[in-house]
């Protein structure tokens, strides 16, 4: 299909449709012209000159759901005083149509469908395929741009458009003297269009789009971390019920001895799932220190495990008053020991000039696991649900502010 203008002489073709033009805009000349009265090609009205950084011209053509449109038209829509949005009209072989919508970078594929609705008090709410819409907006739009063919006459007065949301969908009706027509639409990524169409720049997407989705679904997240803490909740409690407290070392070692010396202990078996190992220490340090190093070894592997704790206690008396500092009692864990058969290296020291202190009490205790291993993953992924929720309802308040009809106000 390709028609030549009458005021221009320029030809603009898209190939591979066909229908009956009743109103034709020039690309070049900016003329919308008649071509179903006579005399064919009479001057309907000069419309404003393309300056709206269309990434798409008439003629163009996509793959969009499985079948091939070409650009038959394309309208530039204005709402005063400065909201402006374009419309492509795309086609396809069989004549079939739809609808691409792009405001802001933010793009609506979109259909005609047969519904009428009565909208004269503007209902909040319209139904379409039992799912319920919310109206976003009423307008009055007046088409300033017309390029390409058209099998309708194109409005050159105001219409009402009344749009009803519930993304990523939406619906939309105008009414022009001509009639109502519905359309119902649905957000498609820039991705998408850009893939389609094989083009590489397109309109930068700023704000929030009127249907454009939040990144995570928040429900499908609560649900998925709720089965995951099910799941921690019940392994926690089939690994761990009925777990005792297990003493793998309870002695006392004499710093003569053993300062500066390993003691080693007997090997003890633990069955069961991971668990931390409590470690106790008691020295009788008074005004010094004691120092012990303690090596959990894997008596398979021989993996070891270190740790070092000081015991320090000093105490005294200045301006008439006591002070003391620090304890002969010191407590830590080897968190996270598995199943296995283990003994234990330990290394007390203390300074040679201490003669008082004599020996280092040490006990080993293989606990239950701590509730933090359980808890700290469910409220972690608590606070993220929580996090995005807020993160999404500013994101819909930020959807709704230009709207008279939002439910966030």
């Not at 990523?168 to 001509?178: A, G, N, T, W």
Request: net charge negative; hydrophobic share 35%; charged share 20%.
């Amino acid at each position: 299909m390709h028609i030549e203008c009458f005021k221009c002489g320029t030809v603009t073709d898209a190939k591979g449709v066909g229908f009956e033009v009743v109103n034709f805009g020039c690309p070049n000349c900016n003329n919308l012209l008649s071509y179903n009265d006579k005399p064919q090609g009479t001057l309907v009205k000069k419309l404003e000159r393309n300056s709206y950084n269309l990434p798409f011209k008439v003629g163009d053509k996509c793959r969009l759901e499985g079948k091939e449109y070409t650009v038959t038209g394309i309208l530039v829509k204005k709402i005063k005083p400065i909201y402006y949005w374009r419309e492509y009209i795309l086609t396809a072989g069989d004549n079939e149509k739809r609808y691409l919508s792009e405001t802001d970078g933010h793009w609506i594929l979109l259909r005609d469908i047969p519904d009428k609705y009565d909208l004269k008090r503007y209902p909040r709410r319209l139904e379409y395929n039992d799912m319920w819409y919310s109206l976003y907006d009423y307008a009055n739009p007046t088409i300033i741009m017309a390029e390409g063919f058209f099998d309708f006459k194109v409005p050159l007065t105001q219409q009402k458009m009344i749009e009803y949301i519930n993304p990523p969908f939406i619906l939309s009706v105008e009414v022009s003297k001509d009639g109502e027509a519905s359309f119902f639409g649905e957000h498609i990524s820039k991705g998408a269009v850009k893939k389609a169409f094989g083009l590489k720049d397109m309109p930068v997407k700023s704000g929030v789009g009127i249907v454009q989705p939040f990144a995570i679904d928040i429900r499908s997240m609560a649900m998925i971390f709720c089965f995951f803490a099910i799941v921690i909740l019940t392994s926690h409690f089939f690994i761990y019920s009925g777990r005792q407290v297990v003493q793998v070392l309870n002695d006392n070692l004499s710093f003569d001895t053993y300062n500066g010396k390993d003691y080693v202990s007997k090997p003890f078996t633990l069955k069961g799932g991971s668990a931390p190992l409590n470690i106790s220490l008691n020295a009788n340090v008074d005004n010094s220190w004691a120092s012990v190093q303690v090596a959990l070894v894997n008596e398979k592997t021989h993996d070891e495990e270190y740790a070092t704790q000081d015991i320090e206690y000093y105490h005294g008396y200045e301006g008439n008053e006591s002070w003391s500092e620090g304890s002969t009692d010191q407590n830590f864990n080897l968190c996270g020991v598995s199943a296995g058969t283990y003994h234990l290296i330990v290394t007390p020291q203390k300074p040679p000039e201490d003669l008082t202190s004599t020996s280092l009490t040490i006990s080993a205790e293989w606990n239950r696991p701590s509730v933090w291993n359980m808890v700290i993953p469910i409220v972690v992924m608590l606070l993220v649900v929580v996090g995005f929720y807020f993160i999404s309802l500013n994101f819909e308040y930020r959807r709704w502010e230009d709207s008279s009809y939002s439910p966030y106000k």
